[in-house]
């Protein structure tokens, strides 16, 4: 065999270098200690994957921190770095076809990222602990993976920390067990695919409670203790506003449910981490938890298949706001979609085409985005809106998608082309005469 290594990127149209070829990764698990009294992290991360050409050589995404051994199917591997890529080379050649595990032992204090928007994200310290958020690219900041929300995979992340913290992440609490020093080991489950940008850990001193949603899914909320009682009411609808998302949008697509919502200082935006979204208090408001819990089906379940497609994240996410203020607001989309046509700040790119890394999450993405569902629902009439609204998370349930599988989803439910809606207001560079 002569196998070739797998690419170092891929060649996303704004993070050419997140991801890598030659494999995908079917599963992670993440074994993490942290001291949050010097900030350091100990991990292991042994991750299953299958590999897609003929490999002699594999990269994984890692910023910072060291490496002191990896594996590949129990054999060391040699280790090189270079920037954010991580390069194993293992003994044997992997085959086309081989399922194979690879184990990565790191440490070290990891450092936030500061994305082309000028936003943090990454790894990032509290005063008794930390948050840790991955959108577009942070989650190379703490664990070595596959960084591209093309190779999704499930997850179980234990976190030991000191036994007066709590520990959260993604999916479902499997359990949690004394260890040394005051320790203690908590298993978190994400048994559906989850892209690494959504992967998350909380550590610090929250009240969390516990309840269940749409009969039989746990939901784990957890607030700093100063937000208990300011954060209670709204917490307490979280299940209501899921069950309408429910019946509007098909069934919810995960096992588990929750929002965590940290001190001010630390994150500067929500988020909608895999099951989990985290909010900094002053997000924590209606239409941000609508706008959250909405990425569940559109952002995490469908996923972007580029950070290009971002823009059905972000435009369905914030098209749930407008139905949410239309339903219980009587404020009806048509307004909110005039609103946001007069907008200047909605114009400056088309929904489909931000010009640069750094407008990826500028207001067009946003509000253009649900100016473009707009207008379908407008063109398609309620009916068969309400059918998109359900059949598009239905086709790509725990997948990718892209713009293009969108619009030709779209046309097949119209039984024609759809030219005229998306010329103009999803590629479209001018803004029209009339909204
Ligand atoms: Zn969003």
Do not use: C
């Amino acid at each position: 065999m002569r196998g070739t290594p797998g690419a170092s990127g891929l060649r996303d149209p704004y993070f050419p270098r997140l991801g890598n070829g030659g494999y995908d990764v079917g599963h992670y698990a993440l074994d993490l200690a942290y001291d949050p009294d010097t900030g350091r992290l100990d991990g292991t991360a042994r991750i299953t994957a299958r590999a897609t050409q003929d490999l002699s050589a594999l990269n994984l995404d890692l910023s910072g921190l060291t490496v002191a051994k990896a594996t590949v199917d129990g054999e060391p591997a040699a280790v090189s770095r270079a920037g954010d890529e991580l390069t194993l080379r293992p003994r044997d050649e992997l085959p086309l076809g081989r399922e194979f595990t690879v184990t990565v032992d790191y440490s070290g204090v990891p450092e936030p990222l500061t994305d082309p928007d000028g936003s943090t994200e990454g790894w990032l310290r509290s005063a008794d602990g930390a948050v840790a958020v991955g959108e577009p690219a942070g989650s190379m900041t703490w664990f070595p993976g596959n960084h591209h929300p093309s190779d999704k995979a499930t997850y179980e992340i234990a976190l030991t920390a000191p036994s007066r913290l709590t520990a959260l992440s993604n999916g479902v609490r499997v359990s949690a067990q004394p260890v040394s020093g005051g320790r203690t080991r908590t298993l978190w489950r994400q048994s559906e695919p989850m892209a690494g940008y959504l992967a998350t850990v909380m550590i610090g001193r929250y009240e969390t409670t516990t309840g269940t949603a749409l009969g039989e899914v746990p939901v784990v909320t957890a607030v700093e203790p100063s937000l208990v009682s300011a954060t209670a009411a709204l917490r307490a609808e979280l299940p209501t506003i899921l069950a309408r998302q429910q019946e509007r949008f098909g069934p919810y697509p995960f096992g588990a449910a929750g929002a965590v919502v940290t001190t001010d200082g630390l994150l500067g935006y929500a988020l909608e981490t895999q099951t989990r979204p985290v909010f900094p208090a002053a997000s924590f408001d209606r239409a941000t938890l609508v706008h959250e819990l909405a990425h569940q089906w559109f952002g995490n379940s469908v996923t972007p298949e580029t950070w290009q497609d971002l823009w059905l994240n972000e435009g369905f996410a914030t098209y749930a706001e407008w139905l949410y203020a239309e339903e219980y607001g009587s404020v009806p989309a048509r307004e909110s979609f005039e609103a946001a046509f007069a907008d200047d700040a909605n114009w400056a790119f088309p929904p489909a085409d931000p010009p640069t890394a750094e407008n990826l999450f500028d207001p067009p993405v946003y509000q253009r985005g649900a100016m473009v569902l707009h207008k379908l629902r407008e063109t398609l009439g309620d009916g068969v809106f309400d059918e998109l609204l359900r059949g598009w998370p239905a086709k790509h349930r725990h997948a990718n998608a892209s713009t293009e599988d969108f619009t030709s989803y779209a046309e097949a439910l119209a039984g024609r082309d759809l030219d005229e809606v998306w010329d103009v207001w999803l590629y479209g560079e001018d803004r029209p005469d009339q909204p």
